[in-house]
C-alpha cells in the first residue's frame, strides 16, 4: 500500500488563471474538455487591414479623372495620352473597389468558419493554429481574386475583344470596307501577346516624333488595364512630375495636387508595379488580433483532469485495511481451529461449538442452550447466504469493459477485427487536417504540354496570316484560338491548385477513430467532393465571363461578330454602321455560338480550300474554340496538309498528339467537354490510414465483452462481506431488538442529501425531449457521430422571379425583336436594337443563378454540423437558421463580386460595344476610322459605365421617338442599361400590345403579360439590378429537420444530475463492508486503549503531593 500510483486530479469549471496555473506544473497529463467544441472564428478572431494610399486618394476621385481636355471638350483621338491616363485611373479605382468588396466578402465567410477542439487548446498552440487560419484566408482570398482577373484578362486576348480606343486594332477603309490589323508596341504585336506597351509620352501636335514629356513608370499598350498593371506611380510621388503632367492633361487652371506620400512606411517601394500591388491586395498592412481569452470562455472547459504520482494516503490505507482485517481474521477464525482440529484428528461436533458467548460466561443451562441454538442458526445463515452470494457472484453473466491505453495501428486493427461492434477509441485530435492524409494529383490532357499552345506554334500562325479578309479563315482566326487553349489550360491549371491549397485545409472531424472502411469511403467522398466543386466553380465563372459578353455585344477585334460598313443617314451624311455576322442559319444577334468550319484558302493558284476537321470560327473564338476539336491535331496528315496551306515564309516541324496515351477522351472530343472535366486526363488520390490514425493518437480503446466473474473477484467479494455478516448475525439472531436500534441510530447520519449522477441508455427523440424538459441545465447526450453534414437535416429551395420562366426570355421572343431591324436602320437608342441582347442578358442571368444556386448547394449540403452532444431544439433552429443566412449571404455577394469583377474589367478596358453604344465610330477620311465617347445627358461613357436614356422606338424615317418603353434603358453597355431598368412594361398588356404595334413589320404575336396578381417580394419598379442583389429569387422554402439530425447524432446515453438522498440498498451495503471490520479491530484495540487510560489514571492518582508550609509574621 506504500508503493506508487497514478492518481487522477478533477478540477471542475476551471478559470482561465487557473487553467494556465494547471498548465504551468501538469501541462503532459492536463486535459480539459470543452463543453462547445467548436467556435466560429468571429468569437475570437479580428482582421482588419489597410489599403494602399493610392486608393483613398485625389487620384481615382471624379474630380481627377475628369481634369482633362479630352473628356471635357469630347476631343477624342485615339491613343490620345489624356485621355488613356483618365482610363488608367478609373481602372485603378475600380480596383481598389474590387478589393475591398473580395476581402470584406471573404471576411464574412471566414469568420462563420469554426474551430474544433475537443480540449482546451494550450496558449502557444492556439495561437499557432490561429496564425495558421489567417495566413490561409490571405492566401485563399488573394488567390481567388487573382484567378477570376486572370480568366477575364485571358477570356478577354483570346477574344481579341476591340478596344473601344483602338488600342489593340486600328481600323481602316479598303475599297469601301472596313478591315481591322494588329497594333504593334516596339517589337510586340496585340495579336500575339495583349501585354504589349510603350511608354506614355506627351508628342508636339501629336505627331509621334517630337516628346515632350513622358510620364516615369506609365504605360499604353493593348488593354488600358494590361498596361496599368505594368505601370507604377512612380509620377504620383512626385509633386513637380504631376504639375508637369497636368500642363498636357488640360488647358484649364491646373488643381491642387497632393502628390502621394513617400514618407509614410510601406511594403511596397514608389516603382512598385500595379501587378505587385494587386498580387498583395494592395494591402499596406494587416491588423490582426488573436483572443485566448475570448476563445477559452467559448469553450466553457467543464472540468481539468490531470495525473500525479503520489503513494496511497492514511486514509486511503486504514479503509482499505478496516475492510480487509474483518473478513481475513473472521475467516481465519473459523478456519484455523478446525484445521489444527483436522490435523490432531480431533473431531468435534459442530453443535458443541459456542461462537456467542456471553461476557462473563455464563453457567446457565436455559443461556446455554440459547447460545448453541444461535451458534447453529448463525452457521447455517452464513453457509446459505454465502452459498447464494456465491452461486450469483459465479454463474451470472456480466459486461466487462476493457481499456487498452494508447494502443498501436497494428494493435487497433487486431481489436477491430474482434470487437468491432463494441469498440471505441476517442481521438485526442478530433479535427485533421485533410492534408495530414490526403494527396491529390492529376495530369492535364497532352494538349497542354504540347507544341500547340507554344509560342512558337502560335507566332507561325500569326506570321502565315497573309490577309484580313474571310472571317472563316484560320489564318485570322487560329492564333487566337490556339491562344485561348493555352489560357485555358493555365487556368485549369491555376484553378485546380488554388483549390488544392483550400481543400488540404479542410478539416477531417471524428470523435474516436474510423475504421478502415469508414475512413476510406468518407475521404473518397471527400475527394469526389472537391473534384466536383472545383470544375462547376471554373465552369460557372467561365460561363458568367461568356454571357456577360455576348449581353454587352463586344465586338472581336477580328471582325467575327460585327460587320463594320459605312453608310448613309437619313440627313444623307457618311455613317459607321455595324451589322450582326450571320453563320449558315444562325446570327450573332441571337446566340453567341453560331459557327462554321475553319478553313485556309490556299496562296497557290487553284488550289481553293482546306477545311479543317472538327476546328470552327464563329462569333466569337472562344465560343467556336469549345465547339472544335482536336482530331486534326491527332493526324500528322492533316497537320502537313494545314501547313502546305499556310504556306508560312518559315517552316515549323510540329508532331501530331498521340492518340496511342491512354485517355478519358476522344480524338473527336470538344474542348468544351474537356473544360467540363477541367482537362485532366487522370486523378490520383492517395489516402493515408496510417497517417490519419497517427494524427489522431487515440488516447485509448475500450470494448465490452460477455463473461463470468473471475475466481480473484469472487473471492475478493467474498473476504469483504464475510466479516461483517458474520459480525451481523451475531448480532441480529440474539438481539433482534437491540439491533433494530442501534440500526436506526447507525442509518442516520448516512441518509442525508447526495447528488446523484443518474445514465439511460440510448433513447428515442421522444424520451429525450421529456428528460430535456426536466433536467435541462445538467443534461448531456454525447453524440456517437459528432459531425453531420447539413444535407442529412437541411433542405433548401428556392423559387425564381417569374420572368425567368416567362415568353419575354425564350428564343421566340429574342427572336421576334431581331428580325425587325435586320433590313433598317434605327438609332442606337432603339428598343429594336438594344432590346434583343437586354433579353439575353435577362435569360443569362436566370440561367446563372440557377447554376450557381445548384453548385452552391453541393457544396453547402456537404457542410458539416459539429456537436459533441446532442443540441436542444432551440438552439439548434437557431444555429441552423444562421447557417442559412450566412449561405444566402456568401453565395449572393460571390455572384455579385464576380459579375461586377467583369463590368468593371469591361469599362476599364474600355471595350466597344458592337451596337456603338458606348463609342460611336466615325470616318476622319477616306481609309482612317476613330472612335467618340457617347453621352446620355450629362453623363459621358468614357467617365461612367451607368450612363442611360429611356428606350424608345423611333421613327425609321427622321427618327423621331414614337414610344418609350417603360422602365427600360438603354446605356453605354447593354447590361448596365439592364440593370437600372424594370419591367413595369412587361406586367402591362397593353404597353406590350402597343410595342408589338411598332415591332411588327411582319407579322404580330400573342404575348402575355407578366402576372402582376401573383404575390411577390418585388414591385413592378423593381430594377432588374435589385432583383439580382436578391439573386431574382422569389420565395426561399428552408426546412430544419431535428428529428433527422437527433437520428445522425445517435447519442449513445444521456446523463443528467439529481439531489437524492441515500437509498437503503446503499446504506445496507455499507454496514456490512463496515461492521466487520470496526468490530474486529475494536477488539483488539479497545482493550489495550482502556488499558492505556487506566494505567494513566492510576498514574494520576498515585502522584506525589509536595507540602508547603506557611510561616505567619
Not at 485615339?78 to 476581402?103: K, M
Not at 453457509?383 to 481499456?403: A, E, K
Request: aromatic share 12%; glycine share 2%; hydrophobic share 35%.
Amino acid at each position: 500500500m506504500n508503493t506508487n500510483v497514478t492518481k487522477t486530479i478533477n478540477v471542475p469549471t476551471p478559470t482561465l488563471t487557473k487553467y494556465e496555473q494547471l498548465y504551468s506544473k501538469y501541462s503532459q497529463t492536463l486535459t480539459c474538455p470543452c463543453k462547445h467544441i467548436s467556435i466560429n472564428y468571429e468569437r475570437f478572431l479580428s482582421i482588419q487591414y489597410t489599403l494602399h494610399q493610392v486608393c483613398s486618394s485625389i487620384f481615382i476621385k471624379d474630380k481627377w479623372i475628369s481634369h482633362n481636355d479630352v473628356i471635357l471638350h469630347y476631343l477624342y483621338t485615339n491613343n490620345d495620352p489624356r485621355i488613356v491616363v483618365s482610363y488608367a485611373f478609373q481602372a485603378l479605382g475600380a480596383f481598389c473597389e474590387l478589393i475591398e468588396s473580395t476581402i470584406n466578402n471573404s471576411l464574412i465567410q471566414f469568420n462563420s468558419q469554426q474551430y474544433i477542439t475537443a480540449s482546451v487548446a494550450p496558449s502557444e498552440l492556439f495561437q499557432s493554429q490561429a496564425q495558421s487560419f489567417i495566413d490561409q484566408f490571405k492566401l485563399s482570398t488573394t488567390n481567388n481574386f487573382l484567378l477570376s482577373l486572370n480568366m477575364i484578362r485571358k477570356t478577354t486576348q483570346g477574344n481579341a475583344f476591340l478596344s473601344g480606343q483602338l488600342t489593340n486594332y486600328y481600323l481602316t477603309l479598303i475599297n469601301g470596307s472596313v478591315s481591322s490589323t494588329s497594333i504593334s508596341y516596339s517589337n510586340c504585336n496585340c495579336h500575339l501577346s495583349n501585354t504589349c506597351v510603350n511608354q506614355l509620352s506627351f508628342y508636339k501636335n501629336n505627331s509621334g516624333n517630337v516628346t515632350l514629356f513622358d510620364v516615369p513608370g506609365f504605360y499604353i499598350g493593348c488593354y488600358v488595364i494590361e498596361a496599368l498593371l505594368q505601370s507604377t506611380l512612380q509620377c504620383f510621388y512626385d509633386k513637380i512630375c504631376i504639375d508637369h503632367l497636368q500642363v498636357y492633361l488640360t488647358t484649364a487652371s491646373p488643381m491642387n495636387v497632393t502628390a502621394l506620400d513617400s514618407s509614410l512606411p510601406s511594403q511596397y517601394s514608389e516603382d512598385s508595379t500595379i501587378k505587385n500591388l494587386l498580387n498583395s491586395l494592395m494591402i499596406e498592412e494587416w491588423n490582426l488580433t488573436q483572443f485566448y481569452d475570448q476563445y477559452y470562455d467559448e469553450c466553457q472547459p467543464i472540468e481539468c483532469t490531470y495525473n500525479v504520482k503520489t503513494r496511497n494516503n492514511v486514509i486511503y490505507i486504514v479503509t482499505t485495511m478496516f475492510g480487509i482485517i474483518g473478513g481475513l481474521i473472521t475467516v481465519l477464525k473459523l478456519v484455523v481451529p478446525r484445521v489444527v482440529k483436522f490435523i490432531r484428528k480431533k473431531r468435534s461436533r459442530l453443535s458443541l461449538a459456542n461462537v456467542v458467548p456471553t461476557v462473563p460466561p455464563s453457567t446457565d443451562e436455559h443461556k446455554l442452550k440459547n447460545q448453541k441454538i444461535s451458534t447453529r442458526l448463525n452457521v447455517l445463515l452464513l453457509i446459505l447466504s454465502l452459498t447464494i452470494l456465491l452461486l450469483y457472484t459465479f454463474l451470472s453473466n456480466v459486461t466487462m469493459t476493457i481499456n487498452v491505453p494508447t494502443p498501436t495501428l497494428a494493435k487497433y486493427e487486431q481489436l477491430y477485427s474482434k470487437y468491432s461492434q463494441t469498440l471505441t477509441c476517442p481521438c485526442k485530435h478530433i479535427s485533421i487536417n485533410y492534408e495530414k492524409f490526403l494527396h491529390i494529383e492529376y495530369s492535364l490532357h497532352q494538349v497542354c504540354t504540347s507544341v500547340f499552345i507554344t509560342d512558337e506554334w502560335i507566332s507561325y500562325l500569326v506570321i502565315s496570316n497573309k490577309t484580313t479578309s474571310a472571317n472563316i479563315n484560320f489564318r485570322r482566326t487560329g492564333s487566337n484560338a490556339f491562344q485561348a487553349l493555352r489560357a485555358f489550360c493555365e487556368l485549369v491549371e491555376s484553378t485546380i491548385d488554388n483549390s488544392l491549397v483550400q481543400f488540404n485545409s479542410s478539416q477531417y472531424i471524428t470523435a474516436s477513430v474510423a475504421s478502415p472502411q469508414l475512413f476510406q469511403s468518407q475521404a473518397q467522398s471527400f475527394i469526389n467532393q472537391f473534384i466536383s466543386s472545383t470544375t462547376n466553380t471554373f465552369v460557372l465563372s467561365l460561363n458568367t465571363i461568356r454571357n456577360s459578353t455576348h449581353g454587352d455585344s463586344l465586338v472581336s477585334g477580328l471582325l467575327t461578330n460585327y460587320l463594320i460598313t459605312i453608310g448613309t443617314s437619313v440627313s444623307n451624311e457618311a455613317i459607321v454602321l455595324t451589322s450582326p455576322v450571320g453563320y449558315s442559319t444562325c446570327n450573332c444577334v441571337l446566340s453567341s455560338r453560331c459557327i462554321a468550319q475553319s478553313s485556309v484558302l490556299s496562296s497557290l493558284v487553284n488550289m481553293g480550300y482546306f477545311y479543317i476537321p472538327g476546328f470552327y470560327t464563329g462569333c466569337y473564338v472562344i465560343e467556336a474554340l469549345l465547339q472544335s476539336t482536336l482530331e486534326c491535331f491527332y493526324d500528322q496528315n492533316c497537320i502537313d496538309q494545314l501547313q502546305f496551306y499556310l504556306t508560312s515564309a518559315s517552316s515549323m516541324n510540329v508532331t501530331a498528339l498521340n492518340l496511342s496515351l491512354p485517355s478519358q477522351y476522344s480524338e473527336d472530343s470538344t474542348i468544351e467537354n474537356l473544360l467540363n472535366n477541367l482537362m485532366v486526363e487522370e486523378w490520383s488520390s492517395t489516402q493515408l490510414y496510417d497517417r490519419y490514425y497517427d494524427e489522431c493518437q487515440p488516447i485509448e480503446c475500450t470494448y465490452t465483452i460477455q463473461t463470468r466473474n473471475n475466481v480473484i473477484y469472487i473471492t475478493t467479494t467474498m473476504f469483504g462481506i464475510i466479516g461483517g455478516l458474520i459480525t451481523i448475525l451475531s448480532c441480529i439472531v440474539p438481539q433482534v431488538v437491540k439491533f433494530v436500534r442501534k440500526k436506526k441510530e447507525l442509518t442516520q447520519p448516512l441518509i442525508e442529501n447526495v447528488t446523484t449522477t443518474v445514465n439511460i441508455a440510448t433513447s428515442a427523440l421522444p424520451k429525450y425531449e421529456q428528460l430535456y424538459s426536466k433536467y435541462s441545465q445538467t443534461l448531456t447526450c454525447p453524440c456517437q457521430h459528432i459531425s453531420i453534414n447539413y444535407e442529412r437535416f437541411l433542405s433548401i429551395e428556392y423559387t425564381l422571379h417569374q420572368v425567368c420562366t416567362s415568353f419575354f426570355i425564350t428564343n421566340d421572343w429574342i427572336s421576334y425583336i431581331s428580325n425587325v431591324y435586320r433590313t433598317t436602320y434605327f438609332v442606337v437608342g432603339d428598343f429594336r436594337i438594344t432590346g434583343p441582347y437586354q433579353f439575353e442578358a435577362l435569360r443569362a442571368f436566370c440561367e446563372l443563378i440557377d447554376s450557381m444556386m445548384s453548385n452552391s448547394l453541393i457544396q453547402f449540403n456537404s457542410q458539416q454540423y459539429i456537436t459533441a452532444s446532442v443540441t436542444s431544439l432551440q438552439l439548434f433552429q437557431s444555429q441552423t437558421q444562421s447557417f442559412i443566412d450566412q449561405f444566402k449571404l456568401s453565395t449572393t455577394n460571390n455572384f455579385l463580386l464576380s459579375l461586377n469583377m467583369i463590368r468593371k474589367t469591361i469599362q476599364g478596358n474600355v471595350l466597344l460595344s458592337g451596337r456603338q453604344t458606348n463609342y460611336q465610330l466615325q470616318k476622319v477620311n477616306d481609309s482612317i476610322l476613330r472612335t467618340t465617347s457617347r453621352a446620355y445627358g450629362n453623363c459621358i461613357c468614357s467617365l461612367s459605365n451607368t450612363c442611360i436614356d429611356n428606350s424608345s422606338l423611333f421613327n425609321g424615317y427622321d427618327n423621331l421617338r414614337v414610344f418609350n418603353v417603360t422602365g427600360f434603358y438603354v446605356g453605354c453597355y447593354t447590361t448596365e442599361a439592364l440593370l437600372r431598368s424594370t419591367l413595369e412594361c412587361f406586367y402591362n398588356q397593353t404597353c406590350i400590345d402597343t410595342l408589338q404595334i411598332y415591332l411588327s413589320s411582319v407579322s404580330s404575336m400573342y404575348v402575355t403579360a407578366l402576372n402582376s396578381s401573383l404575390s411577390s417580394q418585388y414591385s413592378q419598379d423593381s430594377t432588374i439590378e435589385y432583383l439580382l442583389n436578391n439573386l431574382m429569387i422569389e420565395e426561399w422554402n428552408s426546412t430544419q429537420m431535428y428529428d433527422q439530425y437527433y437520428n445522425e447524432c445517435q447519442p449513445m446515453e444521456c446523463t443528467y444530475t439529481i439531489e437524492t438522498r441515500n437509498n437503503i440498498l446503499y446504506v445496507i451495503t455499507i454496514l456490512i463492508g463496515l461492521i466487520g471490520g470496526l468490530t474486529t479491530v475494536s477488539k483488539i484495540f479497545v482493550p489495550i486503549l482502556v488499558k492505556i487510560i487506566v494505567y494513566c489514571f492510576r498514574k494520576w492518582r498515585n502522584r506525589v503531593v509536595p507540602q508547603i508550609s506557611i510561616i505567619e509574621t
